[in-house]
C-alpha cells in the first residue's frame, strides 16, 4: 500500500521545524560508524549531503558518473542564491522569501517545507562564507546582493556570474576533506542503474562502472539520490549533456512516487537555437534582467537593425504589461510572453523566434566597466557563441527548457515512498511548485544538503531495524540480472535509428506538445507518439561499440530510454491537470493570458505510480493545505 | 566546409594507441568543435563503428570536462576557451586538424580523448580547503573582507580544474592548478588560518602525483580557457617560502 503521508510537523507555521528538530530521533556518536550510506550525485545537494553526513560520523559512499566531482551541473548555475538577510535593509525577511516562493510556484508547493527552506536559507550564505567562497562584496568588505525575478527585494548573493561554481567548489572541497580523512569513499565514473530494495527498504544500488563496464552492487543503510533534474527529456534544454534521469526513474520503477512531473521551467533568456546539429542550449542568466531591457520592435517583420530603432518605435512589452515588476516578472510569464510575441510576428532576429535583451541604458548610466564587473563572463560567453558583441549591440534571447520543479515524491524529511530512499534537490518535487524563482535552486541543494538529510537521515537510522545483507544475497543480485539483461538487449538490437534521433524525435514531440503552451489535443498525441517512439526505440536502436570499456553511446542509449518513458509521464500528467498553474500552461484555462489555477480541483500535488511496463500510471494526491496564505491569482501587473 | 581531421584512437588504458584520419563534409562556422565531432560520431555510428569517446558535459567553459589538444594546443586556437566554446570560425576549408588526448604522466588516457584527471582531486583533498564544519558558523558578514582581496581570489577560484596548464606545459607542472588554490583560499581572511600547512600538503600531493616542475615557461597562461594569471605561482611561491623558512 502507498502511504502519502507527507509527515509535517504540528504547530505553528514558524515553529515546526524548530519543534522537528527536537523530536527527531539522534544516533549517537559512537554508533554513527556502524551505518554506510549511499549518496548518488556530487552537485550541491549531493556534495553537501555526503560531506555533512560524513562530518556527523557515518559511512558515506559518494557516486558520480564523472571524473570528479566537481564536474556535476550544478557549476554551471550563474546568477546567485537567494537568502532573506535583510543586509540590503529592503524589507526582507523570512516571511517574505517563503511568501514570494510560494507566490512565485503558484500555490502548488508545500507550504511547510518552503517555510523551512526559507528558514535555513540564512545559514548557507554564513556556511559558504566561512568555506571560502568569494562572494561580491562592496568597499567596506560586506557582502553584495543584486535582484532575481520574482522580487521586489534585493536578496540574491553572487560570485560574479559563476555563483554555482563557486558554491560546488564549496561543498566539493568540504567533500574532498571528508575524503581524505576516510569518512567518505568516492566513487568517480559510475552510473547507478538500479535501486536494490531488501524487505521494502533501500538497501543498495547497481552501479555501472563506465570505465570497465563492469556491473558492480554497493549496499548500505539508507540511499540519498542526489541527481539532479529531467530537463533532458526535451533534448534541447541548458542542462549540461550528460544530465539524466535513470537514478529516479529506476527508483520510479521499484515502486517510488513520482510527483508532478508536468511542471517543467522554461527560461526565458537563452541564447536561441541556430542550427541542426546543435547540441544543447545555453542559458544567459536572469540577473541580467537586473539591468537589460527587454523589447521587441512595435512594427511587425521589423528588418531594421536594433540601433537603427528609435526608442518610441520600441514595445519594452513587459515593463508595459507588469509595471511593478517591470523586467523582472517570474520566469515563466516572461516566457510565455516571449512565445506570444514571437509567434504574432514581432520576433527578431534570422529566425524571427527572439527578443532583444538590451544594456545600452545601464551603460550609459553606470558605464561600461561596472557592467563588465557585473556580468563580464556572461558577456564573454554570449560572443564567443554568437560572434556578437553584447556591449555594442543588444543580446538576442528566448526561452529554453531549463529546470524541472517535478521530481520524486519526498514527505517533510525529504523521504520518499520506499523507505530509506532520500530525495534531494532537483531531483525531488519539493520546494518550487509549479514555477521556481530565479537564484532558489542553489539554495535548495544546500539546504536539503547540509542542513535538512543530516537531521532526517540520522532520525531514519535511530528508529529503524536493518537485517544483515549481503551483496550475494537474491534482493540484490536478482536486480543486477535485470540491468545486466538491459545492457545486452541495447548492445544486441543493431537496428538503423541512432541514439541520438531517438532523442530528437522525443525532444520535438515534447516542445512542440508539451511545451510553454499545452493543450488536450496535442497531449494526447503527444501521449500516442511517445509510446510508438518506445515500441520503434527497444526495436530499432543502434547502439554501437562493446560493453567492456567506455561507450558513451551505451550510457546514453540507457538514458534516453527512461527519457522516453518518463516523457510519457509527464504527458499524462500534464493532461490530467486541467488547469493552468507557473510553468503548466495549458490553452483551455486561461485569463487574459495568465495561467489560471483551478484551486477547487488541482490543489493537490500529482503523485504517480508506477504499473509496469506500457501501462497507465496510477494517479495518488496529496492534497496541499494552506493555513498562513491565502491563495490569491498571481499578479505582478 | 570541409575538414581533414586525424583523431588518436586508442581502445583502453592497456592498449596501444594510433592516429586515424577522417574527413567531416558540410562543416558549418556557427558550429562549436564538440559539436563537429558529434556530427562525426553520428557518420560512425551509422557506419557500425565506435564513436570517438570525449568527455564534455556542460559545453559552455564551466565544467572543466572537456579538453583536447588541438594542432598541439590545449583547448584549440584562441584564448580563454575550453574545447566546447571554439567554434568552427576559427578553422577554414580544407585545413588538417590533428586531435589528440592531454598527455602528462598523471593523465592516464582511458580511451581515446578521455584522460583521468582524478590526480587533481587527490592533490587538493590534502589541503585544498578550508577546514569549516557544516553548522556552528558566524553570520557571514562578521568578518568583512577587502574587496580587492575578494575579487582577486574569485580571479583564483575561476579554475575549471581541466587540466590545459599541465597539458601545455613542457614539464606537465601543475603549478597553475596548485597556485590558483592556494590564492583563492590564501587571500581570504577566512582561509589564511591554514596557509602554511595547506601550501606545504599540496606542494608534497602534486610532486607525489608525478607532476612535473615549473620553469616559467608560461605556457600554461597562455592556454588556460579561464586566463587563469601566473602571478598565482609566484604567490605560491611566496606562501611557500614563508611556510618552510
Known sequence: MINLNSNIPEGPLEKKWTNHKFNLKLVIPANRRKYNIIVVGTGLAGASAAASLA???????????????????SIAAQGGINAPKNYANDGDSIRRLFYDTIKGGDYRARESNVYRLAEVSGSIIDQCVAQGVPFARDYAGYLDNRSFGGAQVSRTFYARGQTGQQLLLGSYQALLRQIDEKKVTFYQRREMLDLV??????????????????????????????????????HLSTNAKASNATAIWRAHKRGALFANPCYTQIHPTCIPVSGDYQSKLTLMSESLRNDGR????????????PNEIPESERDYYLERLYPSFGNLVPRDIASRRAKEICDNGFG????KMSVYLDFE?????????????????????????????????????????????????????LMGTIPGLFVLGEANFSDHGANRLGASALMQGLADGYFIAPYTISNYLATEKFDKLSIDNTSVTKVEKEVEQTISKLLSINGKITVYEFHETLGKIMWNNVGMARNKKGLQEAINKISELREEFWNNVKV???????????????????????????ATDALN?????????????????????????????????????????KLHKEKLEFESVSLTQRSYK | MKLHLKIWRQVNNNSKGKFINYDVDNVSEHMSFLEMLDVLNEKLVHKGEDTISFDHDCREGICGSCGMMINGFAHGPGAGVATCQLHMRSFKDGDKIVIEPFRAKAFPVLKDLVVDRSAFDRILQKGGYISAKTGGIPDGNAIPVKKE???????????????????????????????????????LPQGKIENKERVKKLVAAMDEEMFGSCTNTYACEAECPKEISITNIARLNKYFIKATL
Open chain 1, 577 to 617: 491537470r486541467e488547469e493552468s498553474c507557473g510553468g503548466h500552461f495549458r490553452e483551455e484555462h486561461q485569463f487574459n493570458g495568465e495561467a489560471k489555477r483551478d484551486d477547487k480541483k488541482f490543489i493537490y500535488s500529482a503523485a504517480w505510480e508506477y504499473q509496469g511496463t506500457n501501462k497507465k500510471e
Open chain 1, 361 to 413: 541604458n545601464a551603460i550609459n548610466r553606470l558605464g561600461k566597466d561596472a557592467i563588465a564587473e557585473k556580468y563580464g563572463n556572461l558577456f564573454d560567453m554570449y560572443k564567443q557563441i554568437t560572434s556578437e558583441n553584447p556591449y555594442k549591440v543588444p543580446m538576442r534571447i528566448y526561452p529554453a527548457v531549463h529546470y524541472t520543479m517535478g521530481g520524486l515524491w519526498v514527505d517533510y524529511n
Open chain 1, 55 to 73: 562530518e556527523l560520523g557515518y559511512n558515506v559512499h559518494s557516486f558520480s558518473y564523472h571524473e570528479s566531482p566537481r564536474r556535476a551541473h
Open chain 1, 197 to 234: 530494495l531488501h524487505n521494502g527498504k533501500a538497501r543498495g544500488i547497481i552501479a555501472r562502472n563506465l570505465v570497465t563496464g563492469k556491473l558492480e552492487k554497493y549496499i548500505a543503510d539508507a540511499v540519498v539520490l542526489a541527481t539532479g533534474g529531467y530537463g533532458n527529456v526535451y
Open chain 1, 348 to 351: 527578431v532576429g534570422t529566425s
Open chain 1, 544 to 570: 554501437v561499440g562493446r560493453g567492456d570499456n567506455i561507450n558513451m553511446q551505451l550510457e546514453k542509449a540507457q538514458r534516453v530510454a527512461d527519457f522516453i518513458e518518463l516523457g510519457k509521464l509527464i
Open chain 1, 294 to 305: 527587454i523589447w521587441v520592435p512595435k512594427k511587425k517583420d521589423d528588418n531594421r537593425k
Open chain 2, 149 to 187: 582581496d575578494s575579487e582577486t581570489a574569485m580571479d583564483a577560484a575561476a579554475c575549471i580544474g581541466c587540466g590545459a596548464c599541465v597539458a601545455a606545459c613542457p614539464n606537465s607542472s601543475a603549478m597553475l592548478f596548485v597556485s590558483a588554490k592556494v590564492s583563492h583560499l590564501g587571500l
